[in-house]
């Protein structure tokens, strides 16, 4: 779900290339979801090994995040930790979404109809305790650094892009890291350079979003921006306020300026209502649960850990190793530079 407000932002289409030599943190979970519900067969079935454990996330995490290693890029995981509890809401209706999605499915497989599979399949995804340790385990041998968060990733992860001048952006999908003063969002970053429309493939590039930007173009400020995420729909709140998007949330924060003025108005006219407490929300993400003595320390790449995992998950040892040499000769390439 999350907030949706691509129609008023602007994004800027950018290389990896812009990248190099710059640190990224990452929304972990949204980026381990994207591989989970997206690296799958034909019919929807997930990557699994010979003892019928999902691969899909090692697969996602292993290749794409080597890529963006090989362009000089850093990057710092952060994991969810315990969601708040206005966020249970959002919880119980993706729950429902994946149980209708189950019996779809299993409708489609009985009809042996592999397309509509395939795209239920998508919808049911888990992410539980033992993928996000193996997740972690990964990706610390890759010589990432990890930083578990209290609460919301996506807010941990914007806390650190806000307060550490190494940290360049946050990739992630959601917009939410916005609101929670991201300084720079890139999206599409860990998606697949291609992507698959009904008139054939079409190119991905991560796309840049610069809050100031978005500030300035907008001509609003930052509690004016968490007030259009709050009428439009957070997790906190899905759906917002019925009958206002992001083009009418924006003329309404423009005309009453301040958060006080501008849901007393909503709450005077008979066309909305407003079935949440709209301050607990805005105080959620004003003032998120964050780790503010967070560690970052990059480990160093471990090539007989990250094979030892790989292999265990029945990855091929060729194109592992493949993937290695590209690493070992950036590694070089690295070391002639320090030298001349």
Known sequence: MGLQITEIVSKKEIELSNLRGKTLAVDAFNVIYQFLSTIRQPDGTPLRDSRGRITSHLSGLFYRNLSLLQEGIKLIYVFDGKAPAMKYGTQEKRFEVKKEAELKYEQAKEEENVEAMGKYARQIVHLDK??????????????????????????????????????????????DCLLFEAPRLIQNLTLAKKR????????????????????????????????????????????????????????????????????????????????????????????????????????????????KIMLDYDFSEERVESQFDKIRKLNEEKKQKTLF
């Not at 650094?145 to 999908?173: L, R």
């Open 130 to 175: 033992q993928k996000v340790e193996e997740s972690k385990e990964l990706l610390k041998a890759m010589g990432i650094a990890i930083v578990q968060a209290p609460g919301e990733g996506e807010a941990q992860a914007s806390f650190i892009a806000k307060n550490e001048p190494s940290v360049y952006a946050i990739a992630s999908q959601d917009f």
């Open 196 to 307: 698959k429309t009904v008139s054939g493939y079409v190119e991905v590039k991560p796309l840049l979003i610069e809050l100031k930007e978005v500030l300035k173009e907008l001509d609003i400020s930052q509690e004016q921006l968490i007030c259009i995420g709050v009428l439009c729909g957070t997790d906190y709140n899905p759906g917002g306020v019925k009958g206002i998007g992001p083009k009418k949330a924006l003329k309404l924060v423009k005309e009453h300026k301040t958060r006080e003025k501008i849901f007393e108005a909503i709450a005077k006219d008979s066309k909305y209502s407003v079935e949440f407490d709209w301050q607990e929300i805005f105080e959620l993400m004003k003032n998120p649960d964050v780790d503010k003595d967070y560690k970052i320390e990059f480990p160093k790449f471990d090539f007989a850990k990250v094979k």
